[in-house]
């Protein structure tokens, strides 16, 4: 008997190595083939179990022999199977399967700042160096942090200046119309002196338009002090604009109107596409108008338990996207969101 099935192992390890020529010589172009592969000699009526179900004829002394070459048969076509799913979805087909590794990899090009991000730190920068302090808040607010605190009460026709987006479950909770409910937050809970910068993303109900958005950024500026003048006003922001638009800018300042400021004001600056000749850009006056400011309202500063015959204070607040559009020219808002790519590479 022993003899018999010796000669029929010689027979089955000849039959092995015919399999294993067959699967080296192995080659698919298609998801299909790779499946006829595994069917053929992993599947359960495959070769590789038909080849392994001998061991139970196999005499006892010749076992453990056998069954190492069993197992290595196995683990052969297993290999054999992985290698050529690999070399199948590296490419979405059958490719070589020898790969170069030693070949140089696609390079990964370096991003920009987003220019809004660019000008916001120039301008955090700039008021850094006067001694300004940065202050953050939430960007969904209450009603009282962005409206009553400052002088806007309900019903008050400014607030409808500053429509925006309200929170449907509690209509007390909106999106900040703008970063002045930062200054509130401050001085809720600091003494003056107070001197912050609060830069930051605030809402409108806007129809989205090149000049309008639903959504833009804000560096606002709050100082509470004693003897706080509108000279002061006046010199810090002369100070910011020479540095952010060079020594020849000039500035001149037009009474306006702001429920937490008095007196208020509009700035504009000398245009910067023309040097005040006049151009399309600042409609030929010689101007562009930048930002609002203005003495902090007496009734604001008592709303926050700071006495205003002892402490004066001033406030200014301005558009990240127009200063940018000044300084890059940009004639559309909406490319600031657009993420074209072609639009960002333009900042390094
Ligand atoms: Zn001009």
């Known amino acids: 008997m022993n003899l018999l099935y010796l000669r029929s192992m010689e027979e089955l390890l000849k039959q092995i190595e015919v399999y294993k020529q067959e699967i080296a010589a192995y080659e698919i172009s298609t998801a299909d083939e790779l499946e006829n592969f595994r069917i053929k000699f992993l599947g359960t009526k495959g070769i590789v179990k038909s080849v392994m179900s ?3 004829n196999v005499p006892l002394e010749n076992k453990k022999e056998f069954g190492l070459i069993l197992n290595a048969f196995k683990t052969y076509t297993e290999e054999r199977f992985e290698r050529l799913k ?3 979805s590296l490419n979405g087909q059958q490719t070589a399967v020898d790969i170069d590794w030693s070949l140089p990899g ?21 008021f850094k160096c006067l001694g300004f302090a940065v202050a953050e808040g ?15 009460p309900e019903n008050h026709p400014a607030r409808d200046m500053q429509d925006t987006f309200y929170l449907n479950k509690n209509p007390d909770y909106l999106l900040r119309t703008h ?14 002196p ?3 910068i609060c830069p930051g993303r605030v809402y409108r109900n806007e129809t989205i338009s090149a000049r309008a958005h639903c959504f833009f950024h804000q560096v606002e500026g709050l100082y509470v002090d ?6 002061d006003l006046k010199q810090t922001l002369y100070f910011f604009v020479k540095e952010m638009f060079g020594k020849d800018a000039k500035i001149r300042f037009r009474p306006s109107y702001f429920p937490f400021t008095e007196p208020s004001a509009e700035m504009d600056i000398s245009c910067t596409v023309c040097g005040g000749k006049g151009c399309s850009l600042c409609k030929y006056t010689g101007w562009v108008e930048i930002l609002g400011c203005g003495m902090v309202h007496p009734k604001l500063l008592e709303n926050f338990k700071i006495d205003p015959g002892k402490y004066t204070g001033f406030a200014f607040g301005m558009g990240v996207e127009r200063i940018c559009q000044l300084k890059f020219r940009v004639n559309d808002l909406r490319l600031y969101s657009q993420n074209d790519i072609r639009f960002l590479r333009q900042f390094t």
């Open 54 to 56: 001998e061991m139970k």
């Open 86 to 88: 690999e070399s199948f």
């Open 106 to 126: 696609d390079p990964v090009p370096v991003g920009t700042r987003h220019p809004l991000s660019i000008v916001r730190n120039q301008m955090v920068f700039i």
């Open 138 to 152: 939430p960007e969904i607010e209450d009603d009282w942090h962005n409206f009553t605190a400052l002088n806007l």
């Open 179 to 192: 970063t002045s409910s930062v200054q509130a937050r401050v001085m809720e809970k600091q003494k003056p």
């Open 194 to 196: 107070i001197r912050v």
């Open 226 to 231: 004693e003897n706080v003048s509108f000279a």
